[in-house]
C-alpha cells in the first residue's frame, strides 16, 4: 500500500489559507493572500522538488485543485519538477459540485464514501499520494487516521486571521517527528509520522519524605 503524503504551508498562527497568491483564497474577506511567497528561496525550492519525486499520484481538494488547474499546465516546461509531475500524473479531486474537470488525468472523487475511497487509492498507487494545500481535506483525512506522513511548512509571519489548519474540534492525535530543517528564509520544515492517539501524564514535585 503507498503512503498518503499532505504537504501544507501554515503560519505561525496555523494559517493555511491562499499561501501562493493575492487573489487565490479570499473567502471570509481574507485579504493576506501571498503571505508565503517572499520565503521562496533555494532551500525550500529544494526540498518541494524533493517531494516531487515520491509522488505517484495527486489527491487535492476542489479549491487547490482549481488553483493548480489554473496555473500548472501552462508550465509547459518538462524539465520542472512540479510541473512534469502534476500534469503527467493521476490526479483525484474531491468534491461534489465539479463535474466535467478540464485538466488531463483528472478523476472526482464524490466524497461519499471518503475513507474506503482514500483506502483504495492508496493500495493502487505505486508511490506516494500526495496531498498539496486541502487544508480542509487534510483534517477530513487526518480525523479518519489515512494520512501517514505530514511535511509541515511554518513561515515567520503572524496574520491573525484566515482559515486555520487544526481548528477547535479537530481529532487527538500524537506525531512521531521524523526529520527537519530550517531554510535560510526561516521556514521550519518538519515532518511527522501519524503514531496514533496521545499520551498524558503529570509533572509532579518529587517526593522528598
Known amino acids: ?93 474531491v468534491s461534489t459540485t465539479l463535474t466535467d474537470p478540464a485538466w488531463a488525468g483528472t478523476t472526482v472523487i464524490r466524497g461519499d464514501a471518503l475513507a474506503q475511497e482514500v483506502t483504495a487509492l492508496k493500495e493502487r498507487t505505486d508511490g506516494e499520494l500526495q496531498i498539496h494545500g486541502s487544508g480542509a481535506l487534510v483534517r477530513s ?18 496574520l491573525g486571521s484566515g482559515l486555520r489548519l487544526f481548528a477547535e474540534g479537530a481529532l487527538p492525535t500524537a506525531f512521531r517527528h521524523t526529520g527537519g530543517l530550517i531554510t535560510a528564509a526561516g521556514v521550519s520544515i518538519q515532518t511527522y509520522d501519524l503514531q496514533g492517539r496521545p499520551s498524558y501524564g503529570s509533572y509532579e514535585l518529587p517526593d522528598n519524605g
Request: net charge negative; glycine share 14%; proline share 5%.
Open 1 to 93: 500500500m503507498g503512503k498518503l503524503v499532505s504537504t501544507i504551508f501554515v503560519t505561525l498562527d496555523g494559517v493555511y489559507q491562499a499561501p501562493g497568491g493575492r487573489d487565490e483564497d479570499t473567502r471570509g474577506g481574507f485579504e493576506h493572500g501571498g503571505w508565503s511567497f517572499p520565503y521562496g528561496d533555494e532551500d525550500f525550492g529544494r526540498f518541494v522538488s524533493g517531494v516531487f519525486d515520491h509522488v505517484g499520484a495527486f489527491l487535492l481538494g476542489r479549491r487547490t485543485y482549481e488553483i493548480f488547474a489554473g496555473f500548472w499546465p501552462k508550465v509547459t516546461d518538462l524539465g520542472d519538477p512540479v510541473a512534469g509531475k502534476l500534469n503527467a500524473l493521476p490526479k483525484y479531486v
Open 141 to 158: 483525512l487526518l480525523a479518519l487516521d489515512l494520512v501517514d506522513t505530514v511535511h509541515l511548512l511554518t513561515f515567520p509571519v503572524v
